[in-house]
């Protein structure tokens, strides 16, 4: 089965009372937030550039000044991903965020059966740890471990859990 091109990209939404809000939204010293990251993939691909935030009327005025179509009905990441993948005609839908928040939302797609999504992330974490911080506990490999890897290493050393 040939991979689907992406029908839109849609952006993922933060908290404009986030101290940060500014710089993971539009970026910083020339590196780019979700915003501009999503808008160079849109032109990209020669696709429309969608967000969905219902409840931040700061992201709302954001969306509007700069003419991205905003679904304006979610109110969280859940619902900000279930409208993305029922508005597109064949699920096919690339998804922006940040890369610590990436793979919450990659979960909430699959758990949507989003399977002919794409994603990218964002050059600008919203955490100071950025990736590197963020935990991803598989059900599976707790069950059926491939190696035996948790006596010699600490949670703090994610690296050598995603390259396994």
């Not at 849609?10 to 908290?15: E, P």
């Not at 009905?73 to 900000?80: F, H, L």
């Not at 096919?92 to 797609?109: I, N, Q």
Request: aromatic content about 6%; glycine content about 6%.
């Amino acid at each position: 089965m040939a991979l689907k091109p992406p029908e839109f990209v849609f952006v993922h939404s933060y908290s404009s009372t986030a101290d940060n809000w500014h710089d993971v939204m539009l970026g910083k010293n020339g590196v780019d937030g979700r915003i501009g990251k999503a808008q160079k993939l849109a032109d990209e691909y020669s696709i429309p550039l969608i967000a969905n935030d219902m409840a931040d009327a700061r992201n709302r005025k954001l969306y509007r000044g700069l003419g991205i179509t905003n679904l304006a009905t979610a109110r969280n990441t859940r619902d900000e991903v279930v409208s993305a993948l029922n508005a597109s005609v064949d699920g096919a839908v690339l998804f922006v965020t940040s890369p610590d928040h990436l793979p919450r939302v990659v979960r909430d797609v699959m758990a949507e059966n989003g399977v002919h999504c794409l994603f990218a992330a964002s050059d600008i974490s919203f955490s100071p740890s950025g990736a590197k911080g963020v935990n991803v506990i598989e059900p599976a490999h707790e069950k059926y471990p491939v190696h035996n890897i948790r006596d010699s290493q600490s949670p703090t050393e994610p690296d050598k859990i995603a390259s396994r």
